[in-house]
């Protein structure tokens, strides 16, 4: 009995040190999807959504705010290009669109009731962007580029450089 239980003993640590090394020897699996943080004139700032499968993703950004007095909202939707992977750092290039909103609900002056319009912004940018693997699954993006706005209702472009951040966990 004593060396059947033994025996059970040793055939149960060897099975157990087996998977383990099964388990090391697998590599993690990451989903395409994250989640994060992003701000930037033509990527919009706020709560951040990427979906990135292989050299093309894309990326969604939104921040509404709204108390009784004022309203704002960033939206932002981005086309991604990976160019290059050097193990924790990948080199891309984006396209960002953005939509600012700005607006008065009404406002109390001298005790009139005064309504006011809102006012928004459109920006559309190009450049690229370092993405920086800091934890398996965290990582730091730096964009730069140049970017075209305007105010909704007017004709004239401006042209300026930009920069856009953002924190992501791979999910």
């Not at 388990?23 to 990427?50: E, N, Q, V």
């Not at 932002?76 to 992977?85: A, E, F, I, Q």
Request: hydrophobic share 35%.
């Amino acid at each position: 009995m004593r060396k059947l239980f033994k025996l059970t003993c040793l055939m149960l640590i060897c099975s157990c040190l087996t998977v383990r090394a099964q388990l090391d020897d697998k590599k993690t699996i990451f989903s395409d999807h994250y989640l994060g943080a992003a701000a930037g004139f033509s990527t919009g700032y706020g709560l951040s959504y990427r979906y990135w499968p292989g050299k093309f993703g894309g990326q969604f950004t939104f921040a509404p705010y709204c108390d009784p007095f004022e309203i704002q909202l960033s939206t932002g939707l981005s086309l991604l290009y990976k160019v290059k992977s050097y193990g924790k750092v990948n080199l891309f290039l984006y396209q960002g669109n953005h939509i600012y909103y700005y607006g008065r609900h009404w406002e109390l002056w001298k005790g009139k009731l005064t309504v006011e319009e809102g006012y928004g912004r459109q920006f559309h940018g190009l450049g690229f962007g370092l993405e920086f693997v800091i934890l398996k699954r965290l990582s730091l993006n730096l964009m730069t580029g140049y970017s075209m706005s305007k105010w909704f209702g007017d004709n004239e472009w401006l042209l300026n450089m930009t920069g856009e951040t953002g924190i992501y966990f791979r999910l």
